[in-house]
C-alpha cells in the first residue's frame, strides 16, 4: 500500500495513545493508524467498542488484541461510560455500571497479516513491535461507543503538532508507505 499524502484528510493522536490519519470519508472510513513508544497514552481506559465493524491490516511492526466481556458486579473496581463527542473533545459519561472485564480471548497480527473486529465488540489493542502501521477499514454502523475504565477523564483531541508529523512521514517513507506529493 501507498499512501499519497495529499490524500490525507485528517492527522490527529487518539486517547487511547496512536496517530491516526483520515484517508476518505464517507459511509466507510479508512485510516492508518501509527502507534509509536512515545505516544501520548490515556490507557486507563483501554477497553472499549466501537460504533463500526473493522478490518485492520497490519503494514509495518505488530499487534496484540484482546476481546473482553463486561460483567455487571457491585464490587466491580471498573466503570462503564458512554463516549460522547463534542466538536474536537470527547468525554466519558458514566452509565452507572460497574464490574469487571474478563478477558475471553487474544491474539497477536503482525507484518502482512488482518484481522477484524464487528461493533460493539469490547476490545483493547496494544502495539507489541514499534514502530507499528497498520490500515484500517470501517464500515460504520451508528450505536453506542463505550469505554471501559478506572477514571473518566476527558481527552482534547488535536492535530500532530511539526515535530509529530515528521517522525511521522520518516517512518511511513522508510518502510515505503507514502507517496510525497512530488512524486
Given at each position: 500500500m501507498k499512501i499519497k499524502q495529499n490524500n490525507i484528510i485528517d492527522f490527529q493522536v487518539h486517547p487511547l495513545g496512536f496517530y491516526y490519519l483520515v484517508l476518505k470519508t464517507g459511509a466507510s472510513t479508512s485510516r492508518i493508524h501509527v502507534y509509536v513508544n512515545t505516544n501520548e497514552v490515556t490507557q486507563n481506559n483501554d477497553w472499549h467498542t466501537h460504533?463500526?465493524?473493522?478490518?485492520?491490516?497490519?503494514?509495518?511492526?505488530?499487534?496484540?488484541?484482546e476481546i473482553g466481556q463486561f460483567s455487571v458486579c457491585q464490587d466491580g473496581a471498573i466503570s462503564?461510560?458512554?463516549v460522547e463527542y463534542d466538536g474536537d473533545e470527547s468525554t466519558l459519561r458514566p452509565t452507572g455500571n460497574s464490574g469487571k472485564i474478563e478477558s475471553i480471548v487474544s491474539f497477536s497480527?503482525?507484518?502482512g497479516h488482518e484481522y477484524s473486529i464487528r461493533a460493539g465488540t469490547i476490545h483493547r489493542a496494544i502495539g507489541t513491535f514499534f514502530p507499528c502501521v497498520t490500515q484500517v477499514d470501517m464500515k460504520h454502523n451508528g450505536g453506542k461507543v463505550l469505554s471501559y475504565g478506572?477514571?473518566?477523564?476527558p481527552f482534547k483531541r488535536r492535530k500532530v503538532t511539526a515535530d509529530e508529523i515528521s517522525i511521522i512521514y520518516e517512518i511511513l517513507l522508510n518502510n515505503g508507505l507514502l507517496l510525497l506529493q512530488s512524486e
Open positions: 460504533e463500526f465493524d473493522l478490518c485492520s491490516k497490519v503494514l509495518v511492526g505488530s499487534l496484540h488484541n462503564e461510560y458512554c497480527t503482525g507484518l478506572l477514571d473518566e477523564t
